[in-house]
């Protein structure tokens, strides 16, 4: 097992839980907003359908960083956790697979918002959130210690330049604001400042209006 040196720098592992929340928040609230989608509400059911989307290929985002760069350090560092590393790996093929459920279910209602459409879709989501909640209640409670004491900050990082290197100019905004939203200053600072100057004045002027913009067209009833 390599261990790390005293003058290798910690990560800031917190960000892991300052993205996880947004997790939980939208995905959370995934079955209400279909619910609460008038039948046969087309504009409403492409709204919805769009954001559930976004929040989607945020986490094929983060877990595809987490696949590439945590799980093999872990595993090559932290051998007593190769039980774990392998239990959360087969989460994220569950939780891929309840996405591979509801990618149909949604198409399908946001062609055709029915009743009964979207109560199918609300229920993939409600099964969705559970397994979601659960593997990220274990992420924090057992991969984050760990990754804090074997993973350098540098390695860390690798992760999150993967999700700025796969958004695309109009996702980032977005994403970045679902993340920041429920943040306190703190951890806003902390978010920002890993952030290139350019992309955190984007964030502060005009992708602040289009993320307002989206929540108000978003939350709107």
């Known amino acids: 097992m ?4 005293r003058t ?7 960000e892991m839980v300052v993205v996880h929340r947004a997790f939980r928040r939208e995905f959370g609230a995934a079955a209400g907003l279909v619910r609460r989608t008038p039948a046969g509400d087309t504009r409403r059911a492409r709204i919805v359908a769009e954001h559930l989307r976004l929040c989607a290929a945020g986490l094929e985002m983060h877990h595809t960083g987490e696949d590439i760069v945590l799980w093999p350090l872990l595993l090559e560092r932290s051998a007593p ?4 590393v392998e239990t959360m790996q087969a989460q994220h093929h569950g939780i ?7 990618t149909p279910a949604l198409a399908a ?6 009743g009964a459409a979207g109560e199918r879709l609300a229920a993939l989501c409600e099964r969705f959130t559970a397994a979601l909640l659960e593997h990220l209640d274990l992420e924090e409670r057992e991969v984050l210690p760990l990754a804090s004491r074997h993973v350098t900050a540098a390695e860390w990082n690798q992760m999150g330049q993967h ?5 695309t100019p109009s996702q980032l905004p977005v994403m ?3 993340v920041l939203q429920d943040a306190d200053g703190e951890e806003r ?3 920002l400042g890993n952030l290139p100057l350019p992309v955190r004045l984007l964030l502060k002027t005009a992708g602040a209006w289009q993320f307002r913009r989206y929540v108000r067209r978003l939350r709107a009833s």
Do not use: Q, Y
């Not at 999700?163 to 958004?167: L, V």
């Open 2 to 5: 390599t261990a790390l040196t």
């Open 8 to 14: 290798d720098r910690r990560p800031d592992v917190h």
């Open 81 to 84: 956790s190769t039980g774990l």
């Open 96 to 102: 891929d697979e309840l996405v591979e459920a509801i």
């Open 109 to 114: 209602w946001e062609a055709a918002p029915t």
């Open 163 to 167: 999700g700025k290197d796969t958004m």
């Open 176 to 178: 970045f604001g679902l």
């Open 189 to 191: 600072a902390r978010m």
